[in-house]
Every structure is written in C-alpha cells, then in structure tokens.
C-alpha cells in the first residue's frame, strides 16, 4: 500500500526557513511525479512545486526563487526548502505522487494520484 508521510512543519517568523520531508514507501516503480501542494482555509488547493522522474523542477510563480524542491531516490523522500517565508504561505502542506506518465509543468498542474496526510506551516508576521 503506497504511503507519503511529510515531517518538518510548524510555526516561523516571516523571513524564516523550513524544510518538509515526506518519506514515500510502498511503491513498486519511480513516480513519474512528486510534488508538494497546499491549501490555506477558504482557499483552493494549488500546487507549489513538483519534480519529474527526470529531475525536471516547476513551481509556482508565488515561490519562484524562495523554494526549492528536491529528491532522493535511494532514500525514497522528497523535500521541499522554503526560505524568506511569508505569512502567505500559511497553509496545510501536501506531499503528493503520481505513477502516471507526465513530465515537466504537468506535475505541478495535473491532480496527483496519491496524497500524504498533510502538515501545516504556519507563518507569522
């Protein structure tokens, strides 16, 4: 049964930095995706960044030189740096995978398959 567990939230000043895991077991094959989606209250859902079984990176232009994603194969984790953090970016945050074939800006775009729990990150001014 596919799992994605995320660690590493919690509450930081504006301008602060976290790092979110998310240990992914359970798969039988590389996902062609993984990315790292949020949603703050009264809000939509949207994606943050995401990676391709490449390596290729997208990310949305809100945190375009703030965050950076990135993964191990070996260690089946994916991670996301978030630095200058703004209250903004407050918001439940979502690992996701998928085993579906995409590549490039469709795994930002394209609603994952599989989905952590979530863990929040709280911002504050």
């Known amino acids: 049964q596919v799992q994605l567990v995320e660690s590493g939230g919690g509450s930081v000043q504006a301008g602060g930095s976290l790092r979110l895991s998310c240990a992914a077991s359970g798969y039988t094959y590389r996902p062609f995706c993984m990315g790292w989606f949020r949603q703050a209250p009264g809000q939509e859902r949207e994606g943050v960044a995401a990676i391709d079984r490449a390596g290729r990176t997208s990310y949305a232009d809100s945190v375009k030189g703030r965050f950076t994603i990135s993964k191990d194969n070996a260690k089946n984790a994916l991670y996301l740096q978030m630095s200058s953090l703004k209250p903004g970016d407050t918001a439940m945050y979502y690992c996701?995978?998928?085993?579906?074939?995409?590549?490039?800006?469709?795994?930002?775009?394209?609603?994952?398959?599989?989905w952590g729990q979530g863990i929040q990150v709280t911002v504050s001014s």
């Open positions: 996701a995978a998928d085993g579906r074939f995409a590549y490039g800006d469709t795994c930002l775009y394209r609603t994952p398959a599989d």
